[in-house]
């Protein structure tokens, strides 16, 4: 399975940044996709995720009200929706895929098993 993240960038603080997700056209309903972030010095951890079929998400309460996952089956595609941004966002997103079934979704890099080569955020103060 092969992801592809894109839309990083330099940002102000308070600034919005949209990132983006291609999955590959075979994904089934019991997917997930997540997102999840790493800062330098930091070990990798849990931004947001959104069942590929059915109804749910779950975002990390470090987020939360600021980022916004959504999903397009259409055209393949996961976005995060990233405002407010602060400096303390500044990592490296990661795109990533699990399967999960009927099972709730992880917050676990464990349950993911297919990742993109990540996209770098760099908040400014």
């Known amino acids: 399975v092969q992801l592809q993240a894109s839309g990083g960038g330099l940002v102000q603080a308070g600034g919005s940044l949209r990132l983006s997700c291609a999955a590959p056209?075979?994904?089934?309903?019991?997917?997930?996709m997540g997102w999840f972030r790493q800062a330098p010095g930091k070990e990798r951890e849990f931004v947001a995720a959104i069942r590929w079929s059915r109804p749910g998400t779950r975002t990390a309460d470090s987020v939360k009200g600021r980022f916004t996952i959504s999903r397009d089956n259409a055209k393949n595609m996961v976005y995060l929706q990233m405002n407010s941004l602060k400096p303390e966002d500044t990592a490296v997103y990661y795109c990533a895929a699990g399967y999960r079934g009927l099972a709730s979704i992880s917050l676990s890099q464990d349950s993911y098993t297919a990742w993109g080569q990540g996209t770098l955020v760099t908040v400014s103060s």
């Open positions: 056209g075979s994904t089934s309903s019991g997917y997930v």
